[in-house]
């Protein structure tokens, strides 16, 4: 495959940031890499796992000379960020990110973006519950999708070449405004990566069930909040803070929900039930039939390629 970018520069080398340096070494997308950790730690790391071809103290300067800049970090440090990037940025160069909320990733880069600079947002829904650079591996984006929020700032030409990126490391791409998008992940990851956090904290609280019992005893279930909500705080953090609308908006439907389940165990209306677990089994069935999980019998259990494959944000 062609080099698509001649220096790619990585602002961030957590899981994502190293999935798609190795992806893009894997199908030969950059020329160049290079990279931009807070910790000494996390950037030596970066070079001995060969992700980046060279690593800096400081964003503004592994910036210098990139024509694709990737915005890695937690949502809530990105406008500091683009604050820092932004006089150090040459015309013609793409700005994107993998932020899991845009509307508020947007209002926070927007204002930084110089003239003749494309800022094109982006999301890929893949992932795992582990982080930092060695959590990563090429294969994390195949058949996973990335939505791409473009802007005003963003050219056409930019944003099919961002595509053109995201296909070559496996993913399918969407695109849709941002607004939209904040809804849609409201539903499909914020809320239930809340809900989980939250069953893990009732039973860390019930002091009935030993914490041997709720161990031992995970697989019937618990096992799967727990994976979950195993998930890095930091970003989790920022996503509900920075999407707060979306995420309270279906909070409140699910609470309408389970007000609703509660009643029909109550009145022990089984046809309720059934009719509704009949519904959302059926959604089950169009996830697997979509190609984004399979119907085989190993939930969190390690797979082929790699440390994990659910937890996409």
């Known amino acids: 495959m062609a080099v698509l970018y001649r220096r790619v520069a990585l602002i961030g080398i957590g899981l994502i940031a190293s999935s798609m340096a190795l992806a893009m070494r894997q199908q030969g997308l950059a020329g160049e890499i290079t990279g931009h950790a807070k910790s000494p730690q996390t950037r030596a790391t ?76 982006a999301h890929p829904l893949a992932g795992t519950e582990h982080s930092g650079p060695r959590a990563g591996f090429a294969a994390l984006f195949q058949n996973r999708w990335c939505l791409l929020t473009p802007t005003e700032q963003s050219t056409p030409e930019a944003t099919a070449r961002l595509r053109a990126l995201w296909e070559g490391m496996g993913s399918n791409v969407d695109e849709m405004d941002a607004p939209h998008h904040d809804l849609v992940l409201a539903v499909v990851s914020h809320t239930p990566h809340l809900i989980a956090y939250t ?77 509704y677990f009949t519904r959302t089994r059926a959604i089950r069935r169009g996830i697997i039939e979509a190609g984004q999980d399979t119907a085989a019998p190993d939930f969190g259990r390690i797979a082929a390629g790699g440390p994990g494959k659910a937890g996409g944000r």
Not at 66 to 88: C, K, R, T, W
């Open 199 to 275: 069953m893990v904290g009732v039973a860390d609280h019930l002091r009935r069930v030993s914490n041997s019992e709720v161990i031992k005893y995970s697989a019937s279930g618990f096992r799967d909040f727990t994976r979950i909500a195993a998930s890095d705080p930091t970003m989790w953090r920022d996503v509900f803070l920075t999407n707060r609308e979306a995420t309270l908006d279906i909070l409140g439907r699910f609470t309408e929900e389970l007000f609703a389940l509660q009643r029909a165990i109550r009145m022990g209306d089984g046809d309720m039930l059934h009719a």
């Open 46 to 121: 970066a070079l001995e796992l060969g992700l980046c071809d060279r690593v800096f103290d400081t964003a503004a300067a592994a910036v210098q000379g990139a024509d694709l800049v990737v915005l890695a970090v937690p949502v809530g440090a990105m406008a500091a960020l683009a604050a820092e990037i932004g006089p150090h940025l040459a015309p013609g160069v793409t700005v994107t990110d993998v932020g899991s909320v845009k509307q508020a990733v947007i209002d926070a880069v927007a204002p930084h973006i110089p003239e003749g600079v494309a800022f094109v947002p």
